[in-house]
């Protein structure tokens, strides 16, 4: 066993001092392309970009990952190219010299976003009665501005314009008070409003999130028309409870609370939460297809291919992975996901682990869960 190619990568700007490294190992008459990555001076995460292949593949494979990474700003460690002690401010670092670190200009609010509780917070979250909860929609967050001139101006949850907003979706929000601000998701070509941050010119955003949203249904809903609405919400532990089984027996894909007296904050916050409803499946493991693996399920006699995986492993289990493909196995894992696509593809897989005790003809495409995007309880 050799190493016949390798090279050293870092990326260092602002907060960001990583390393990424790749090299292409012989073993056997095959070759395999290792990777190692992670913060620069911690321990340094370990995967293969693919597994004994031929070294033509290999090359490939090798040669890919690198311009892709220079392309993001990565600098090769040769000669006097090293990093420096401390990684430079914003705007003079790796990204900057490659120019990859250009950014979109903010011109609207950064979002509120929702922290997620685990399984074991759920019924404290449906009794509390400092919280409220609506539906979780599974659609593009929008914050649209309405300008003194009355020009509605969709920004992304960075506050950045954004393309994503369909005319359609946004053109019940004509007749809003110039100078309003107000925060909601576009799914298909509706909108859906959930929060208010100005209204006429009035910053609302230190009210509580009950009033805000009063003001939303009380001031704002008279003056929206075509597919622009508000979502409903539950306010007592019966109601939320309520909400919470309807989504799930309609297959929705999950639920938010939201505390009563909360102000409006930019970025993620404890005042917002989401409670996902995730599903889990035994798949089959195929392959290493470089930077995740490939899954499947059984779908009759045949395979069908429902994805890739890679979140949710570590340097063990990529290994214990990569040495089963090698010797021809196709092992089972258990994976949790939020939904399976119309075509059966998982959304957001997360590998669980192995399970040995499961064999691959009983990992069947019958077991996948879809789940209503469009759905509105």
Not at 18 to 34: C, F, M, P, R, W
Request: hydrophobic share 40%; net charge positive.
């Amino acid at each position: 066993m050799g190493t016949i190619k390798s090279v050293q990568l870092f990326f260092q700007e602002g907060t960001s001092d990583k390393l990424y490294n790749a090299q292409i190992v012989e073993d056997g008459g095959a070759y395999t392309v290792s990777v190692q990555w992670g913060r620069r001076g911690s321990s340094l995460q370990t995967g293969s970009k693919a597994v004994r292949v031929t070294r033509a593949k290999a090359e490939a494979t090798f040669d890919r990952i690198v311009r892709e990474k220079r392309s993001k700003g990565y600098e090769e460690i040769a000669g006097n190219v090293r990093p420096a002690a401390v990684a430079p401010p914003a705007g003079k670092g790796s990204a900057s010299k490659a120019g990859a670190g250009t950014k979109r200009a903010v011109v609207g609010h950064a979002a509120q976003l929702l922290t997620p509780i685990e399984d074991d917070e759920l019924d404290q979250f449906l009794a509390d009665d400092d919280m409220i909860a609506q539906q979780k929609i599974d659609g593009v967050r929008v914050l649209v501005t309405i300008t003194p001139t009355g020009e509605l101006v969709a920004t992304n949850r960075h506050g950045q314009p954004t393309q994503m907003a369909s005319g359609n979706a946004l053109a019940g929000l004509a007749y809003l008070p110039k100078a309003t601000v107000v925060d909601g998701e576009i799914l298909d070509n509706a909108y859906w409003l959930f929060d208010v941050l100005a209204i006429a010119g009035t910053d609302v955003r230190t009210h509580g999130y009950l009033d805000r949203y009063k003001l939303l249904d009380e001031e704002l809903e008279p003056a929206l028309t075509g597919n622009a609405q508000i979502l409903p919400l539950a306010k007592t532990a019966k109601a939320k409870r309520t909400l919470h089984d309807k989504l799930r027996r309609a297959g929705a894909e999950g639920i938010v609370f939201k505390q009563r007296d909360a102000p409006y904050s930019h970025g993620r916050v404890t005042s917002q939460r989401k409670y996902k409803f995730i599903k889990s499946a035994d798949v089959i493991i195929l392959e290493n297809v470089g930077n995740a693996y490939k899954m499947a399920v059984m779908d009759g006699a045949k395979i069908f291919e429902c994805g890739n995986v890679f979140a949710g492993t570590t340097n063990a289990s990529r290994k214990d992975l990569d040495a089963r493909l090698a010797r021809g196995e196709r092992p089972v894992a258990e994976v949790r996901y939020l939904y399976a696509t119309d075509d059966h593809q998982l959304f957001q897989p997360v590998f669980v682990a192995l399970r040995d005790d499961k064999l691959a003809r009983t990992c069947l495409r019958s077991q996948l869960l879809e789940t209503s995007r469009r759905v509105i309880v």
